[in-house]
């Protein structure tokens, strides 16, 4: 069964840091773009970030630009949020998706998401 | 960034009902323009992709459309498991970007 499945969410401070993980299973992960997509609490859906298959290019939102990292191991099929810097309104469910092909064709297999709480 | 605008932002129908939704591009994205279904507290779901590419396994009412900026959902005789939020997102350039998405609800 292709899936991908994220772990790492929690509550912290602001200010502080949470590594998100996604563990890819069913699929040749190491061929396929990856991304990050959030939502907060009854709110709409914000792409975060995007790595190559090769890991050769990566963007990030404006939003989190200098303050999160996106990186993955293909030999361990795992992909990787750190999230530094957090703030207020970097409450949200993230999301693991991986692209269909090239990122053009949109984003086929998602996780159920892990909840991130940035709270004092 | 190319803003995505989808309307109706929420719309009620009948089961059978046929609905569209709209999404306009703040500028020409070719095409590259995907569809996805979600339900409360579940993943969001390709439907479409590619403007008018069904997604495998996704039931033939639902159909896209569009050129340019200009782009449709159009779902056909409505089923009970097809109200949801559904979101367009162009997949033109970086930074991806999303509609705000319609909320599809019961009448």
């Known amino acids: 069964e292709v899936q991908v499945v994220e772990s790492g969410g929690g509550l912290v401070q602001p200010g502080g840091s949470l590594r998100l993980s996604c563990a890819a299973s069913g699929f040749g992960f190491s061929n396929y773009d990856m991304n990050w997509v959030r939502q907060a609490p009854g709110k709409g859906l914000e792409w975060v970030s995007y790595?190559?298959?090769?890991?050769?290019?990566?963007y990030y939102a404006d939003s989190v630009k200098g303050r999160f990292t996106i990186s993955r191991d293909n030999v361990k099929n795992s992909l990787y949020l750190q999230m530094n810097s957090l703030r207020d309104e970097d409450t949200a469910v993230y999301y693991c998706a991986k692209g269909r092909g090239a990122f053009h064709y949109g984003m086929d297999v998602w996780g159920q998401g892990t909840a991130v709480t940035v709270s004092s | 960034d190319i803003r995505m605008t989808q309307s109706p932002s929420s719309v009620s129908a009948s089961v059978g009902d046929t609905v569209t939704i709209t999404c306009r591009a703040s500028q020409g994205i070719t095409n590259w323009l995907a569809w996805y279904q979600q339900k409360p507290g579940k993943a969001p779901k390709l439907l479409i992709y590619?403007?008018?590419t069904l997604e495998s396994g996704v039931p033939s009412r639902f159909s896209g459309s569009g050129s340019g900026t200009d782009y449709t959902l159009t779902i056909s005789r409505l089923q009970p498991e097809d109200f949801a939020t559904y979101y367009c997102?162009?997949?033109?350039?970086?930074?991806?970007?999303f509609g705000q998405g319609t909320r599809l609800e019961i009448k």
């Open positions: 590619a403007t008018a």
């Open positions: 997102q162009q997949a033109y350039s970086f930074p991806l970007t």
């Open positions: 790595i190559s298959s090769s890991t050769s290019t990566m």
